[in-house]
């Protein structure tokens, strides 16, 4: 097992913040202009980091995504002359390596708006909007989620097919690695999400560069997507059936994958992670490689109100009834979680039930929350030791 990933530490900053610094001067509109224009905002000091909003408001809030801290953040207004474009400002500290997701909170005339910060030009997109990012010190978007110009890419091609077992037309796509071939033999991987984690994680450019790298090996992945994923991923039946009974024999009539459960993997973060442990819990001995990010493991010791919501009541039925009769879902098991993110306790809390079984598991944390970057940054990991590339020179 593998816990906490090493963090750098922060460099040491010496001497005053740099807002302490504007605010010891005399400010006009001028210098204030200055000022944002020589700064990359957050500005990031050490392990200080101070975030700024200019403009008219009664109010101006952070508002972060950081679990056990307080996620709305007054900011203060800087004092400026009369009709000089008001400045308000916040330091927070941030461990090393961190990323933060966060928003700016306006307050004018009894009213309320939330956005993205206006000074940052870093955005992380999902399904249901977008957040302004904060690299802290030590953070480095990793080179791998960027095209690489000598990484061929892979091929991916539609795969629709209808569903008995869902009674609907399933939209499923199919990567083929770059030097794909009929006549080889390919390991499968299944992913949850899969639009999503093409669009928000970047994931084909991911299998490229790591194939290319021979950091994974050449495989054929399926990103499979749902129709309503809270129905269909906290373990439903007719989920696993499809995944199990009708797409893996598709695929296998189609394409040239290696027919053992040591070649197959089951991918998901979220709900996703839920719908691919209870797939392999309802069909065991056919998946034998689970990769589960941020998985939505809510159980509850005593009772029943976990506080999740009805959405999450067939997901607690499901982990207790597995915790309280543990078996072994898999040989291999890559668990993510980040630290910022409500999930992060019960998932340190299945780790070890999961190697109570015999499973070879490897959980990396990251300081990070519930996001698609987040599971993006953690690809090359996990996707490296469930396919491990070659360690040898390919000639083509």
Known sequence: MSLATPYPMPPRHKGKLAINALRATRLDEHQIADFLATHEVPIVEGATCTFLYRGYADGVALRHR?????????????????????????????????????QIEVRTDGGVETFNDPLNPHVA??????????????????????????????????LPFQSKALRRMTHNRVYLPARFRRSSRYPLLVVHDGDDYLNYAAMGTVLDNLIHDLDMAETIVVFSNPADRLREYPNYAPHARHLTHELLPLVEEQLPVISRADARCLMGASFGGVAALSTAYRNPGVWDNLLLQ??????????????????????????????????????????????????????????????????????????????????????RDGLSWTFPGPQKLVYE
């Open 294 to 379: 941020s998985g939505s493991f809510v159980f509850t010791d005593i009772g029943s109100d976990h506080g999740g919501g009805p959405a999450f009541d067939p997901v607690v039925t499901f982990m207790n009834r597995y915790r309280a009769r543990p078996r072994r879902l898999a040989a291999r098991m890559f668990l993510t979680c980040g630290v910022y993110e409500p999930l992060i306790v019960p998932n340190r809390s299945m780790v070890p039930v999961f190697e109570s079984t015999g499973s070879q598991v490897r959980y990396v944390e990251s300081r990070d929350g519930h996001s698609w970057e987040n599971w993006r940054d953690r690809l």
């Open 66 to 102: 950081i679990v056990n801290q307080p996620q709305h953040v007054p900011m203060k207004r800087l004092d400026v002359p009369e009709g000089t474009t008001p400045l308000w400002y916040v330091t927070i500290e941030l461990p090393a390596a961190s990323r933060v997701e966060y």
């Open 125 to 158: 997109h999902s399904p249901v909007g977008s957040s302004s990012v904060c690299h802290a010190a030590g953070y480095q978007v990793p080179t791998w989620v960027h095209p690489q110009g000598d990484a061929r890419p892979g091929e991916i091609v539609d």
